[in-house]
């Protein structure tokens, strides 16, 4: 059992940083790919970024390409989300989520949920214009 916790959410103004952390509890991340997904008020949860069980493969969608930036520290158990340039539109509850992919997916980012197999509360990222 993987337990998934986000902070480093909060308000910000637009063009401005956060940066979010999913520190996991239970069994290490190191043999999972690891992905942050939002949603906003009435909309779906959308995909926004992942890194593979072995780091050396990143996803981006494409409204996040270049602004975010996600990382893995193994030995801290934890993944982050550099958010830059945030815009209102990224305003949405933003979850981790831990996909205990086998060897041979170690290099997949998947940006699909349903490989998911944990997640996380959420943490609120709020973008005033």
């Known amino acids: 059992q993987v337990e998934l916790v986000e902070s480093g959410g909060g308000l910000v103004q637009a063009g401005g940083s956060l940066r979010l952390s999913c520190a996991a509890s239970g069994p290490t991340i190191s043999s999972s790919g690891m992905g942050w997904f939002r949603q906003a008020p009435g909309k779906e949860r959308e995909f926004v970024a992942a890194v593979s069980r072995n780091g050396f493969s990143t996803n981006y969608a494409d409204s996040v390409k270049g602004r975010f930036i996600i990382s893995r520290d193994n030995a801290k158990n934890t993944v982050y989300l550099q958010m830059n340039s945030l815009k209102p539109e990224d305003t949405a509850v933003y979850y981790c989520?831990?996909?205990?992919?086998?060897?041979?997916?170690?290099?997949?980012?998947?940006?699909?949920?349903?490989?998911?197999?944990?997640w996380g509360q959420g943490t609120q990222v709020t973008v005033s214009s």
């Open positions: 989520a831990a996909d205990l992919a086998p060897y041979f997916r170690r290099n997949t980012a998947t940006s699909l949920p349903g490989e998911y197999d944990y």
